[in-house]
């Protein structure tokens, strides 16, 4: 079993920045990636970015591609997501997800087996 738990969420203006942070914990870590999705109000969970948790592998979505960077820390079991130039449409409630997805599945969310609660972003314009 695998928990995650998401911090460094919250209120920011357009153009400035926050770190996401996602913290694993739990027996299992056969995991190979550890995948960004967000959910804005009203609309479907979509994909942000994936890092891989032995390599240095990682995948963006086109709408981050440029400003939003992922990094791991396998010392501290720990994933970041670090956002600049942060738009109102970036807005959403941000999961970070653990999983084993095959190449066709890397920016969905069945290829993903663990989540966490997520943390709310908000950018005022």
């Known amino acids: 079993q695998v928990q995650l738990v998401e911090s460094g969420g919250g209120l920011v203006q357009a153009g400035g920045s926050l770190r996401l942070s996602c913290t694993v914990s739990?027996?299992?870590?056969?995991?190979?990636?550890m995948g960004w999705f967000r959910q804005a109000p009203g609309k479907e969970r979509e994909f942000v970015a994936a890092i891989g948790w032995s390599d240095d592998s990682s995948y963006y979505s086109d709408r981050v591609e440029g400003r939003f960077t992922g990094t791991r820390d396998n010392a501290k079991n720990t994933v970041y997501l670090q956002m600049n130039s942060l738009r109102p449409e970036d807005t959403a409630v941000y999961f970070c997800a653990a999983g084993r997805p095959i190449s066709s599945e890397l920016r969905v969310q069945r290829g993903y087996q663990y989540w966490g609660r997520g943390t709310q972003v908000t950018v005022s314009s």
């Open positions: 739990g027996r299992d870590f056969s995991f190979f990636y």
